[in-house]
């Protein structure tokens, strides 16, 4: 189906799918495989005190900023590589298809964007975190006009929050993240933010920084 979509807002013609759910399980998928592969082909490496590679899977629940108090939840992926003193580059990809609120006959929010990080000194076993980047933003709304029900937009993010060790190379991570979607309607924002916990593995183990 052909719609019509807009990045950093400029109306361009493309295919975009209804639904992004095939689109984001497909990348769990593959962010879950990395594992795996790594372990088979290339374990010396990467268990031999190499950059820090974090594979990591959560949940979020945020708000809409698209009526009053909607909120919508849905999972996370993300790939982080750490490069030098606590400075990294990562990715992710979110979903938010969960528990549509009532008055919307339909809405899903899906981001993909990649960031630079930086992982702080632990303390007491807590590792703040602070995470800027950007990407795409895709939409579907509840629309008059049935060929005008989706849209994509730039976006940029800032988040911060703090991982804590459970086990072995698991770590616990809480984030919370606040969105900015550009050009929305008629050069107004669209600001979702919201929660996510989850869990981070280290493939190699993290790298230890503690005061």
């Known amino acids: 189906m052909e719609g019509t979509s807009k990045i950093g807002g400029k109306p361009i ?26 372990k088979a082909q290339v374990a010396p490496a990467a268990y031999g005190g190499g950059r820090p590679i974090g594979v990591g899977f959560g949940m ?28 990294g580059v990562d990715g992710s990809a979110r979903s ?17 964007t990649g ?44 988040s911060g929050g703090f991982e804590f060790h459970i086990v072995d190379r698991a770590y616990l991570r809480a984030e919370y993240e606040y ?3 550009l050009d929305f309607r008629k050069g107004k924002e669209l600001n979702p933010q919201g929660a996510t916990l989850g869990v981070t593995y280290y493939l190699n183990g993290k790298r230890g920084r503690s005061h």
């Open 179 to 181: 969105q900015n979607w």
């Open 115 to 158: 960031g630079v990080f930086y992982d702080a000194p632990a303390i007491f076993g807590f590792r703040p975190f602070l995470r800027g980047s950007g990407g795409l933003g895709l939409i579907e709304f509840p629309s008059p006009n049935p060929k005008y029900t989706r849209n994509s937009y730039s976006l940029y993010a800032e």
């Open 96 to 112: 938010l298809f969960m528990f549509t609120p009532t008055d919307l006959t339909r809405m899903q929010q899906s981001t993909f």
């Open 13 to 38: 013609r493309e295919r975009i799918p209804m639904k992004f759910n095939r689109l984001l399980f497909a990348l769990i998928f593959f962010f879950f495989a990395i594992p795996v592969t790594a």
């Open 60 to 87: 979020s629940d945020y708000s809409l900023d698209y009526g009053s108090g909607r909120r919508m939840a849905g999972p996370v992926v993300r790939l982080g590589i750490g490069l030098f003193h606590g400075l």
